[in-house]
């Protein structure tokens, strides 16, 4: 049986506005386009170690026999690029016959990488060799950004809290309720922390929002592009780090600071707010 997966690249314009335009893609016959299972990799470093992720390397056919995907480094031009020395990959990864993926390891070196400093590093696909039919056009790109971490105990900043506005979000108002919120276990690492409280409450009735950060040898690292579902304009307005990064004492889980933007870059308000918040332990 012949089999046809439904992929959407948005290079293609596969835009598809009612079922009559779905576009169907032949997983076996078609030409092959590649890229990456995530665009935006979050990695945390332990302090004078390093730290493995696996990217998934996808194309869009199948192939009798092994491909090769050569992958390297692009510079984006920013201030926080890693150096080569504090980073390692396969820049050759392997989409074994008969399969649509293969697996990219990269490894984060703690080489000189600051507490509450992110560096980063910029992957592109540059080839699929074993494929004539590859479409080298527009191929994707995928970030790792990468931090410090010093590792805390399971019970460390777990618990109620009791959360105190010290600069506001947007219009001057709130981001989170004064009040108590619970803090739990984040998904993305052992240090990564997590509490759901309302958005905005001084500006409507809205959702809540699960705001994640990570704690990093005394300093908060905030998640970028925690959307909110709140906006202007039609757009939303999204939460994530700011120049300062708040902090706490490494023995001590009775008072966390986080310091964080709302409104990114002001991309939906117009105006970036540096907000920071207080959490107490109750």
Do not use: W
Not at 68 to 97: I, K, L
Not at 201 to 212: C, K, N, W
Not at 250 to 261: N, P, Q, R
Request: proline share 3%; aromatic share 8%.
């Amino acid at each position: 049986m012949k089999k046809y997966v439904y992929i959407l690249f948005a290079s293609l314009g596969l835009l598809a506005s009612c079922e009559e335009d779905l576009v169907i893609y032949d997983g076996e016959t078609s030409q092959t386009y590649g890229r990456f299972g995530s665009n935006i990799v979050d990695l945390p470093v332990v302090f004078d170690s390093s730290a493995d992720t696996t990217i998934p390397v996808q194309l869009s056919t199948l192939s009798e026999s092994d491909r090769t995907v050569s992958v390297e480094v692009v510079s984006t031009g920013s201030e926080n690029e890693a150096n080569p020395d504090q980073y390692s990959f396969t820049d050759q990864v392997v989409v074994p016959a008969g399969s649509y993926s293969g697996d990219l390891i990269f490894t984060g070196i703690d080489n000189g990488i600051e507490i509450g400093e992110t560096k980063t590093v910029t992957l592109q696909i540059t080839d699929i060799s074993g494929d004539a039919e590859a479409n080298l056009d527009g191929l994707s790109a995928t970030t790792i950004s990468m931090f410090q971490v010093c590792p805390v105990d399971t019970d460390f900043f777990i618990g109620d809290y009791e959360l105190t506005t010290t600069a506001a979000g947007i219009f001057g108002s709130t981001v989170f309720p004064q009040g108590v919120v619970t803090i739990e276990q984040g998904a993305s690492s052992n240090d990564a922390r997590s509490f759901t409280a309302q958005i905005y409450p001084d500006l409507g009735s809205f959702g809540p929002l699960q705001f994640d950060f990570t704690l990093v040898c005394g300093t908060v690292v905030v998640a970028g592009g925690q959307v909110t579902g709140v906006g202007c304009a039609g757009s939303s307005t999204s939460i994530g780090p700011r120049n300062a990064t708040g902090g706490y004492a490494a023995d001590d889980d009775s008072v966390l600071v986080i310091d964080f933007a709302d409104d990114e870059g002001g991309a939906s308000c117009g105006a970036q707010a540096n907000a920071s918040i207080t959490l107490t332990k109750v």
